[in-house]
Nanobody, 123 residues
């Protein structure tokens, strides 16, 4: 079992930055990947970025490349999502999730989820 707790969401203005944190506990393996997702009402959760726990290999969705950065702090069991130049369309509930699958860029392979944190970007 893996437990994940997100924090760092809030209300910001367009153009601002925000950093989300995901604290992970439980059984984490070197092959575990942590992904950040977001969801708006009525739509599926979109995978934004992912990072492998060991080695640090990353994946980014085209929609966030160049604006969002995923990183990890293994000593603190934390994965961060730095979000820059936020836009109103970035408004969503943001989730972190974990998978032991090799296909960390596949949103369907994530098994463990946090409770989500709301990000609202005003224009």
């Amino acid at each position: 079992q893996v437990q994940l707790v997100e924090s760092g969401g809030g209300l910001v203005q367009a153009g601002d930055s925000l950093r989300l944190s995901c604290v992970i506990s439980g059984r984490i393996f070197s092959g575990t990947a942590i992904g950040w997702f977001r969801q708006v009402p009525g739509k599926d959760r979109d995978l934004l970025a992912a990072i492998r726990w060991s080695g640090g290999g990353t994946y980014y969705a085209d929609s966030v490349k160049g604006r969002f950065t995923i990183s990890r702090d293994n000593a603190k069991n934390t994965v961060l999502l730095q979000m820059n130049v936020l836009r109103p369309e970035d408004t969503a509930v943001y989730y972190c999730a974990a998978t032991n699958s090799l296909q960390a860029d596949n949103r369907r392979v994530y098994d463990y989820w946090g409770q989500g944190t709301q990000v609202t970007v005003s224009s």
